[in-house]
């Protein structure tokens, strides 16, 4: 099974800036090139924020679209999320997932990491 690390959270102002990493290990080698940004704010549902693939198309939801923006570094196998002007609607507990139809048939399967969490005051 793969293990999923969050890093990077934080508080800011609104209008700064964070960059969160996703680090995974273990699983198959060919693992952790596909992965999906999560956040989930108290008492809300857990909400989907940005996707990378590793063919290179990225998917932003609309609520973050031209603020955040998602990368990977193959080499480390680590995901980042760049959040700039960064506003208090933000604020959550992020967590980074493998996509559930590219496990490669559990290979690649992983858990809920502890996610990292950013607060932006207003």
């Known amino acids: 099974q793969v293990q999923l690390v969050e890093s990077g959270g934080g508080s800011v102002q609104a209008g700064g800036s964070l960059r969160l990493s996703c680090e995974g290990s273990?699983?198959?080698?060919?693992?952790?090139?596909?992965l999906d940004w999560y956040r989930q704010a108290p008492g809300k549902e857990r909400e989907f924020v940005s996707r990378?693939?590793?063919?290179?198309?990225?998917v932003y939801a609309d609520s973050v679209k031209g603020r955040f923006t998602i990368s990977r570094d193959d080499a480390k196998k680590i995901v980042y999320l760049q959040m700039d002007n960064l506003k208090p609607e933000d604020t959550a507990m992020y967590y980074c997932?493998?996509?559930?139809?590219?496990?490669?048939?559990?290979?690649?399967?992983?858990?809920w990491g502890q996610g990292t969490q950013v607060t932006v005051s207003s």
């Open positions: 997932q493998q996509i559930p139809w590219l496990d490669y048939g559990g290979a690649c399967s992983a858990g």
């Open positions: 273990g699983g198959a080698s060919y693992c952790n090139y596909d």
């Open positions: 990378i693939i590793r063919d290179g198309r990225i």
